[in-house]
């Protein structure tokens, strides 16, 4: 499957950005678990957010629960990332990844298929 990324850009901190992630090839989109990861600079790429392959469940980084919130369209073959009072530590490359075999809570230790990421800047 192949994964693209899209709708970062800069936003004051307080503000919000929905970011997309578009799937095609591979298996039907509904046999991944999809996640959104994140990398600021000289740091370790770090888990975000996951949703189930029915959409109905979703697990994030604990920090992060409130502010954000991951959703997908099967029908759209996408995956949404709803980001909302930004703060310049939220300041990263955002990836989204898939994987059939994973479920929620397991999508923080590693995702089979990568996308390309977009970037998030935060200005304060």
């Known amino acids: 499957v192949q994964l693209q990324a899209s709708g970062g850009g800069l936003v004051q901190a307080g503000g919000s950005l929905r970011l997309v992630c578009a799937a095609s090839g591979g298996r039907a989109f509904s046999d991944y678990t999809m996640g959104w990861f994140r990398q600021a600079p000289g740091k370790e790429r770090e888990f975000v957010a996951a949703?189930?392959?029915?959409?109905?469940?979703?697990h994030y980084l604990r920090s992060l629960e409130g502010r954000f919130a991951i959703s997908r369209d099967n029908g759209e073959n996408t995956v949404y990332l709803q980001m909302s009072s930004l703060n310049p530590e939220d300041t990263a490359v955002y990836y989204c990844?898939?994987?059939?075999?994973?479920?929620?809570?397991?999508?923080?230790?590693?995702?089979?298929?990568w996308g390309t990421g977009t970037q998030v800047t935060v200005s304060s």
């Open positions: 990844a898939a994987d059939p075999f994973k479920v929620v809570t397991t999508v923080q230790y590693g995702m089979k298929f």
């Open positions: 949703v189930s392959k029915s959409g109905k469940s979703a």
